[in-house]
Structures are given as C-alpha cells and as structure tokens.
C-alpha cells in the first residue's frame, strides 16, 4: 500500500488507482485497511456494520446530476416531495440539486475515504432508506451508531455531516477516515475542478461555473472536523 497522497484527479473522482475491491464495495486502500479493523470491533460487540455506497467516480456523479437537470429523475424539496423544475429558474434548479445530490468533482465519495454505512444485522441494502431516524434512538441502525461514536475515532473516523450546518444535511451514516480524507479537503485542486466542469458535458455548467467559489464554501469545506488529530 503506497503512502502517496491523493493527487488532484484522484480527489475529483477522475483517477481511481488508489482504490482496491473489496467485494461489493470501493475504497481508497488505506481506508480499507481501516474499516476493516472497526468492522471487526464492531462484530466483537455483536454489529454487522457493512457499507450500502463507497467510492463513486467523477462520472457517475456528472450522470446522476445530468439525470436530475434534465428532469429524468426527479428533484426532490426539502420535504422529499417532487418539484416541478420547468417553474424553476436554472440558478434555483442548482440551489434544489445541490440539496441532495454534490456537484460533480466534489462528493467526498470520490476520494474512497467516505461510506455510507448500516447494520446488515437489522437492515438490508433494499430497505434502508439513509434517514436521520433510522440511526436515533428507537432506529434500526440506533444501537451501531451509539457503538461508533464511541468507538470510531479510536480508528480515526468521524462524521463530516455530524450537525446542521447550512450546506449538506446530517448525515448520520456518512463516515469518513480522516488520515486520508484532512489531505484530500486541503489539498482540494479547485482550478481543475473549474477547468474540468468547463470541458465536459455538465448541465447547467453555465450557471454553476461562476457560483462554484460558493459552491465549494457551503458544501465542500463546510463540515464537522473530526474531534481528533491524526
Ligand atoms: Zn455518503
């Protein structure tokens, strides 16, 4: 496993040789390596805590937020109830996908050092919906979740989506390895993401090109730093 650090196409989900299978699920190496220690703690404790969406690369993103543009799948408000996006200006389209769905370049899924997670033992793939309930008190996922906050940071996890922060919303079931992940949000190539919307086919580039500097504050640099140095 090399210690190199993630490089810029690396972090805009551009590049994956840094990522390894592990069965179902992609994931930066050293990550891999990581959450396999928590997953074994986890099961010692009695939790199945397996990964429903790892790594996710440049393209993937550009097809689901091309999808949600064009109105070929829906766009949901804040309530989860479909909009009408033909009554929408294309800067209020943005602000509505931005919502739900990251900018593609930067999802820190890209960087295989961030997964969404569950407990396989009261959960299946099929059924979790990712909702804050399924992970407060009473939820399915309840008991793991309160076994990670305290455990996690012991094997340098943490939670970038932990509180209301006026950008992503929580996210109790997104973690992240912060070793990796502190390189990839500091080192963010934010020319190359500019460079790299104008190029490719990214609908409603034009509107999102001159917004991205804020773009990048509320979503991307606006999280929860782990409570830890690694
Ligand atoms: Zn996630």
């Known amino acids: 496993m090399s210690n190199v650090e993630l490089n810029p196409e690396q972090i805009l989900?551009?590049?994956?040789?840094?990522?390894?299978?592990?069965?179902?699920?992609?994931?930066?190496?050293?990550?891999?390596?990581?959450?396999?220690?928590?997953?074994?703690?986890?099961?010692?404790?009695?939790f199945a805590l397996e990964i429903v969406s790892s790594y996710r690369s440049?393209?993937?993103?550009?097809?689901?937020?091309?999808?949600?543009?064009?109105?070929?799948?829906?766009?949901?408000?804040?309530?989860s109830v479909p909009i009408d996006i033909k009554q929408l200006t294309p800067e209020q389209l943005v602000e509505e996908i931005l919502n739900w769905s990251a900018l593609p370049g930067t999802s820190r899924h890209h960087w295989g050092t961030d997964f969404d997670i569950y407990d396989a033992k009261t959960m299946t793939p099929e059924t979790l919906q990712l909702i804050p309930q399924e992970y407060e008190s009473g939820g399915p996922c309840a008991s793991l979740f309160n076994w990670l906050s305290q455990h996690a940071h012991n094997y340098h996890f943490f939670w970038p989506y932990a509180s209301e922060r006026g950008g992503i919303h929580v996210e109790p079931w997104h973690l992240s390895?912060?070793?990796?992940?502190?390189?990839?949000?500091?080192?963010?190539?934010?020319?190359?993401?500019?460079?790299?919307?104008?190029?490719?086919d990214i609908k409603l580039k034009e509107v999102i090109l001159p917004l991205l500097p804020q773009i990048l504050k509320k979503y991307v640099y606006n999280i929860n730093h782990p409570p830890f140095t690694s």
């Open 13 to 46: 989900g551009l590049q994956d040789s840094h990522i390894i299978d592990m069965g179902q699920q992609r994931l930066d190496a050293h990550t891999a390596h990581a959450f396999t220690s928590l997953q074994e703690a986890a099961a010692r404790d009695g």
């Open 58 to 79: 440049f393209e993937r993103q550009a097809w689901i937020w091309n999808q949600k543009a064009t109105g070929q799948r829906p766009v949901l408000d804040i309530h």
């Open 177 to 200: 390895y912060a070793p990796r992940s502190n390189q990839a949000l500091h080192d963010f190539p934010e020319a190359l993401l500019y460079q790299t919307l104008e190029q490719k």
